[in-house]
């Protein structure tokens, strides 16, 4: 079986090299959510931007599953919460990487203070106008956790109106509705989901199994009272329900991933509340001066209900920019904060932490030569109880350049000097409120070179990185757990490759392929008895390939093949390398059928076709089972 995999991959993989004749046209396309607008061709840095249209083909549950099957971010539900994934790129591994990534929906910070990573499940695909991911790169505008880089989200404004089913094995069902309308003046949205799913795995010896729904609802409105002023308003709410089964030994896993394991913990019941309301406005001064401001609040709160443990959060941000543009050049000058809480519920302890930033980007534009330099000043302040204060004062910077070959081809070179403070749960215990020990901030340098060929029937980029870390972040395990904390890396680097080539054939048959070679070094680390100096950063696969073949044998269907593959790895918590596990490749090989009309679209999906047996190594005998079984959808969209 596995044999047969592989072929699909290579299969897929060759074909880009076959000879192509097509009226289907590729282009550049805009990348309007960083601090200077420019499109894939002119970036001084690697950038993928994945618009509505191909988010839509997709048929994906959420935008983790997009991620994890069309881009180079891998995502992973690791400890069983598949609405709350971590998301990792370039190599910063399955235990930490999510939180050098800094995530924005139209703007706003979804990053948290403390060690939960981003809800991206409150992102409904069908609202989504566009997902940029610029990698290694983003930290003036992005700010504190950009050592990877980030990812900006941008919702819909426009007029469709449209209405989706679907249902699955596994008890598994989904609905979801977008209405927009926009004119000159006003641009009004709606869009809602609500998702279940019976379960897979037995949380008990009475059958049960580890069920979860969920849903979220967003309001949009941008309004232009004068042609001088634009007015925006973004109100979202999201609540989760998820129970998720704990780990397995391997005996246990190899023998039936589908039970509950006699030798863990039991399940988990969450829930997960979140309300979002974000207000904006943009002055236009003259045709290339704007002034900028956005504002954001949150409220979320956590209910482990199995523990009777509640956490209480809540945000407030705001963003205020000058922005000046001319055919020459191109400055933005900003003011950034941020104010975050978090409160365990029978506790007096409230922990909070401040960012105060001030920053500046600018862009030139020389003929063929694009250039790029800015700078961020950063202040982070740790709180509890408005008495215990730990402040730290860090810089980030960027400098890029991008070369116009020819009207389809580039070269460009960049620089970041990026940094992650440390969340509050590392730095504090939420049990006690004591200091637990300071958690210096990490501090990378980026380096990145890259190639872009974007003509009308290929899209070819890639890019070589290296990054030189310094105090990079991770949980020491300790021994069996005895003295185990949070700490630093006292050095290490990385270094990789990233490929990404959209091939069209002809008018039916496309692929696209994404390729990334990392190896994540700790170069000096000495801790306890224990000395990592030399070792692979566990969780990092060195070898991650996405290969995706369409077919449209007329103008009304689409097939298409998805195969997803990560090498091995060392355990999560395997600093040491010499667990007696190690993570296993992942492999995954899914299809999908479309049928289009006008105003209908029928859609068939099969994930995991090959009944692949995937799952997340912690450490040893501590194993979370994910897409280890086959499953499948079917469903309809309505539009008007």
């Known amino acids: 079986m596995k044999k047969n995999i592989k072929i699909s991959l290579i299969l897929a993989s060759l074909i880009s090299t076959l000879y192509a004749q097509s009226t289907i046209v590729l282009e550049p396309l805009s990348v309007d959510s960083t601090a200077i607008k420019t499109d894939e061709l002119k970036s001084t840095d690697a950038v993928e931007v994945y618009t509505a249209d191909e988010i839509e083909k997709a048929h994906v549950q959420n935008i983790y599953e997009f991620l994890n099957k069309s881009s180079s971010v891998f995502a992973t539900s690791a400890y069983g919460n598949p609405f709350v994934q971590k998301i990792d790129m370039r190599g910063y591994g399955v235990g930490s990487g999510y939180q050098n990534?800094?995530?924005?929906?139209?703007?706003?910070?979804?990053n948290n203070v403390d060690m939960v990573p981003q809800l991206l499940a409150s992102i409904s695909p069908s609202s989504i106008d566009k997902i940029e991911i610029i990698k290694s790169s983003g930290i003036v505008s992005g700010g504190d956790g950009a050592n990877a880089g980030v990812i900006n989200i941008t919702t819909r404004k426009d007029n469709t109106k449209e209405i989706s089913f679907y249902g699955g094995t596994y008890g598994s069902a989904d609905a979801a509705f977008y209405v927009g309308s926009s004119d000159e003046k006003l641009s009004l949205s709606l869009n809602g989901e609500v998702q279940k799913n019976d379960g897979i795995r037995d949380i008990d010896s009475n059958g049960n199994k580890d069920k979860n729904k969920f849903s979220t609802f967003n309001f949009s409105l941008s309004y232009l009272p004068v042609s001088e002023l634009e007015l925006r308003l973004n109100a979202t709410t999201t609540n989760t329900d998820v129970i998720y089964a704990s780990y397995l030994n391997k005996d246990e896993y190899d023998s039936n991933p589908y039970q509950k394991g006699d030798t863990n913990w039991g399940a988990t019941h969450q829930t997960y509340k979140s309300d979002a309301l974000s207000l904006g406005t943009t002055y236009?001064?003259?045709?290339?001066?704007?002034?900028?401001?956005?504002?954001?609040t949150e409220k979320?709160?956590?209910?482990?209900?199995?523990?009777?443990?509640?956490?209480?959060?809540?945000?407030?941000?705001?963003?205020?920019?000058?922005?000046?543009?001319?055919?020459?050049?191109?400055?933005?000058?900003?003011?950034?904060?941020?104010?975050?809480?978090?409160?365990k519920r029978s506790s007096t302890i409230d922990l909070t932490k401040q960012n105060q930033a001030a920053f500046v980007m600018s862009q030139f534009y020389l003929d063929k030569l694009t250039l790029k330099a800015g700078y961020r000043y950063e202040k982070i302040n740790f709180n509890v109880n408005n008495a215990d204060n730990v402040n730290d004062y860090m810089y980030g910077a960027e400098l890029g350049a991008n070369y116009l070959l020819d009207a389809s081809q580039s070269l460009f070179a960049n620089f970041s000097r990026s940094f992650e403070s440390a969340s509050l749960d590392r730095l504090f215990s939420f049990s006690t409120g004591a200091y637990g020990g300071y958690v210096k901030p990490s501090k990378a340098n980026s380096y990145e070179l890259g190639y872009n060929n974007i003509d009308k029937t290929n899209k070819f980029k890639i890019s070589a990185y290296y990054v030189n870390l310094?105090?990079?972040?991770?949980?020491?395990?300790?021994?069996?757990?005895?003295?185990?904390?949070?700490t630093n890396i006292d050095k290490s680097h990385k270094y990789g490759i990233d490929l990404y080539d959209k091939f069209v054939i002809d008018d039916a048959?496309?692929?696209?392929?994404?390729?990334?070679?990392?190896?994540?070094?700790?170069?000096?680390?000495?801790?306890?008895?224990?000395?990592?100096?030399?070792?692979?950063?566990?969780?990092?696969?060195?070898?991650?390939?996405?290969?995706?073949?369409?077919?449209?044998?007329?103008?009304?269907?689409?097939f298409t093949v998805t195969q997803t593959y990560r090498s091995e790895a060392y355990a999560a918590e395997d600093f040491n390398n010499d667990l007696n596990q190690k993570q296993d490749a992942y492999m995954s090989t899914?299809?999908?059928?479309?049928?289009?009309?006008?105003?209908?679209?029928?859609?068939?999906?099969?994930?995991?076709?090959?009944?692949?047996?995937?799952?997340?190594?912690?450490?040893?005998?501590?194993?979370?089972?994910?897409?280890?079984?086959?499953t499948a959808t079917a469903g309809l969209k309505l539009k008007y």
Request: proline share 2%.
């Open 101 to 110: 990534i800094v995530v924005t929906l139209n703007g706003r910070k979804m």
């Open 284 to 296: 236009f001064i003259n045709d290339n001066l704007s002034l900028n401001l956005d504002t954001s």
């Open 300 to 343: 979320k709160q956590s209910d482990y209900i199995t523990y009777s443990s509640v956490y209480d959060y809540d945000y407030k941000s705001a963003k205020i920019s000058l922005d000046y543009a001319n055919d020459l050049y191109s400055v933005v000058l900003g003011l950034d904060g941020f104010d975050g809480s978090a409160a």
């Open 470 to 486: 310094e105090d990079e972040i991770y949980y020491y395990a300790g021994v069996s757990y005895v003295g185990a904390k949070n």
């Open 509 to 558: 048959l496309s692929v696209a392929l994404n390729y990334n070679y990392v190896q994540a070094i700790i170069d000096r680390e000495k801790i306890g008895s224990f000395d990592y100096s030399g070792n692979k950063l566990p969780g990092v696969s060195d070898h991650n390939v996405k290969a995706t073949l369409s077919y449209l044998p007329n103008g009304t269907t689409t």
């Open 590 to 630: 899914d299809i999908a059928a479309t049928y289009a009309k006008k105003t209908w679209e029928l859609f068939v999906k099969i994930n995991n076709l090959f009944n692949q047996k995937n799952g997340i190594w912690i450490n040893d005998d501590a194993i979370y089972p994910v897409n280890f079984t086959t």
